[in-house]
Nanobody, 126 residues
Framework: VQLQASGGGLVTAGGSLRLSCAVS????????MGWFRQAPGKEREFVAA????????YYSDSVKGRFTISRDNAKKTVYLQMGSLKPEDTAVYYC????????????????????WGQGTLVTVSS
């Protein structure tokens, strides 16, 4: 499976940005997808995930209410709409695909993800 993330850039605090991740090489609609980020000098952290059906979404506390994850199975793409951006949101954002299909648990965690995109840089200026 191949994942191609795009949409990063420079934005001022309070602004919005939408990230996209195009997936190829597998039946996209059967797998959950996620977004992670890694800020300079910090460990990678979970941001958001969406179930294979799209009916369940998961967010970290730090982005809940500001970010929205969605998917378009026809386009084999997952999105991360980011709003009310803060300087602390500055990071390289990675999309990831679940290792196994049809997961619908109560939470998502990093070890479930087995395929990763190359990352896209988001910089939020104050």
């Amino acid at each position: 499976v191949q994942l191609q993330a795009s949409g990063g850039g420079l934005v001022t605090a309070g602004g919005s940005l939408r990230l996209s991740c195009a997936v190829s090489g597998r039946t996209f609609s059967n797998y959950g997808m996620g977004w992670f980020r890694q800020a300079p000098g910090k460990e990678r952290e979970f941001v958001a995930a969406i179930s294979w059906s799209g009916r369940s979404t998961y967010y970290s506390d730090s982005v809940k209410g500001r970010f929205t994850i969605s998917r378009d199975n026809a386009k084999k793409t997952v999105y991360l709409q980011m709003g009310s951006l803060k300087p602390e949101d500055t990071a390289v954002y990675y999309c990831a695909a679940d290792k196994s299909p049809f997961y619908s648990g109560s939470s998502y965690y990093e070890s479930r993800f087995g395929s990763w995109g190359q990352g896209t840089l988001v910089t939020v200026s104050s």
